[in-house]
C-alpha cells in the first residue's frame, strides 16, 4: 500500500491532505468488503504575515527522514522512530525495522539524492551562507532566544546547566552555527514557547552532537560526523550525519511533522473486521467508518491515543448485511 504523507501548503502550517487505496477481502467466500483507508493529518497552525529570523532551510528530499548516515545506524535498545531511515551508501542498518515508522533506504539512489540535499542544505545553514551570526555565548541554558542565526563564539554549543528556551511564532526561524560540537547534558531540554515550532530549528553541527540521557531536544541536527541520542532521550527533528554515523539509545525520534497513519493489516469475518494501523505515538488516532464512499457519512467507531508505533482495532458494528465498509484513520494533536 502506497504510504500518504503531508504536503505542504503555500500559507502557514500544513493542510490535511485526503488519499484513498483499497483493498478487496472476501468474507467466508459470501460476499467482499471493500476496506478503504483515507488519511488526514490535521495539524494547521495559525496564519502570520510576518515572520522572524531567516527563512527555513530547504531540506528537500531529506525532509521525510528521521535518520540519515554513511556507515552506520545503531541501537542497543531504543524505541520508536517516525520518519524515514537511510544510508548512502548501503552500509550497516542496525536499527531494527518494528522501531520504524518508516521507509529504510539502504544505499540506492533517493538515499543518495537525500545525502545530496543533506550538503546543500549544511551549505545553505553555514555562516558563509547566514553571515554576522548573534553571539549568545557557548553555553545556550539558562537563556531564552528569539529568532535568529546564532554563531557559537567557541565553535561548539552547549545545553547543560538548565534548559534552553525558544520563543517565538509558528513561522519564526532559528539557526545555530558551530564548528565543532554539540552537547545537550542529561535531563536537559529545549522548550519551546508562543507557538514556535520544531520544524523551523536548525543546528548546523561542524563535528558530532550529542544528546544526553533523557533530555529533549528540537530542530533538525545536521552534523558532519556523528549523532548520539543515549538512552531516553527525546528528538522531535531529524538527525542528519554528512559522513558518519546515527546512535539511537533514545526513547523516541520523530519528524517535526507527523506521518501519516497507514493501514498495515485487514482481517475480516462474517461479524466483524480486524484492522492494525501503523501511526504516530502520541497524536490522538481517529478511527470512521462509512458503507458508501461516493455519498460517504462518516461514523467515528474508535479514538485513541497510542504509545506504540502499531494499534489493533476490532470494528464488531457492521451488521450481517453489509456488504461493504470503508475506513479512514487521521491523526490530531
Not at 5 to 26: E, F, N, Q
Not at 109 to 132: F, G, H, K
Request: aromatic fraction near 6%.
Amino acid at each position: 500500500m502506497k504510504k500518504q504523507k503531508m504536503i505542504k501548503s503555500s500559507k502557514s502550517g500544513s493542510v490535511p491532505i485526503y488519499g484513498h487505496a483499497l483493498r478487496t477481502l472476501s468474507r467466508k467466500a459470501e460476499k467482499q468488503i471493500l476496506i478503504g483507508l483515507v488519511i488526514a493529518a490535521a495539524m494547521v497552525t495559525p496564519h502570520r504575515i510576518w515572520a522572524a529570523g531567516p527563512a527555513p532551510i530547504d531540506l528537500k528530499s531529506t525532509e521525510t527522514f528521521m535518520i540519515l548516515a554513511t556507515s552506520t545506524t545503531t541501537t542497543t535498545g531504543g524505541g520508536y522512530i517516525n520518519g524515514d531511515v537511510g544510508l548512502s551508501p548501503a552500509g550497516s542498518q542496525g536499527i531494527p525495522v518494528d522501531q520504524i515508522n518508516g521507509t529504510i533506504y539502504n544505499g540506492g539512489p533517493i538515499a543518495a539524492q537525500a545525502q545530496l540535499d543533506l550538503n546543500d542544505a549544511i551549505i545553505a545553514a553555514s555562516p558563509a551562507q547566514l553571515p554576522n551570526g548573534i553571539d549568545a555565548g557557548a553555553e545556550l541554558g539558562g537563556q531564552t532566544l528569539v529568532a535568529g542565526v546564532y554563531k557559537s563564539p567557541s565553535g561548539a554549543y552547549d545545553i547543560t546547566s538548565v534548559d534552553l528556551t525558544l520563543d517565538g511564532g509558528p513561522d519564526d526561524v532559528w539557526v545555530f552555527q558551530m564548528a565543532s560540537t554539540l552537547t545537550v547534558g542529561v535531563g536537559r531540554q529545549v522548550i519551546l514557547t508562543g507557538g514556535a515550532q520544531a520544524k523551523n530549528i536548525f543546528w548546523q553541527v561542524g563535528s558530532s552532537a550529542t544528546l544526553g540521557t533523557s533530555s529533549v531536544f528540537k530542530g533538525t541536527i545536521m552534523a558532519y560526523a556523528s549523532i548520539s541520542m543515549n538512552a531516553s532521550s527525546i528528538l522531535d527533528g531529524r538527525a542528519l550525519v554528512q559522513v558518519g554515523a546515527v546512535t539511537f539509545n533514545g526513547a523516541a525520534g520523530r519528524l517535526p511533522i507527523p506521518v501519516a497513519p497507514v493501514f498495515t493489516n485487514i482481517v475480516a469475518t462474517a461479524t466483524n473486521c480486524t484492522m492494525t494501523v501503523r501511526t504516530m505515538p502520541d497524536f490522538l488516532l481517529t478511527l470512521e467508518t462509512t458503507p458508501n464512499l461516493l455519498a460517504p457519512d462518516w461514523t467515528p467507531i474508535d479514538s485513541a491515543t497510542p504509545t506504540n508505533i502499531f494499534w489493533t482495532f476490532i470494528d464488531n458494528t457492521a451488521p450481517s448485511v453489509t456488504t461493504q465498509r470503508f475506513y479512514r484513520a487521521f491523526l490530531t494533536q
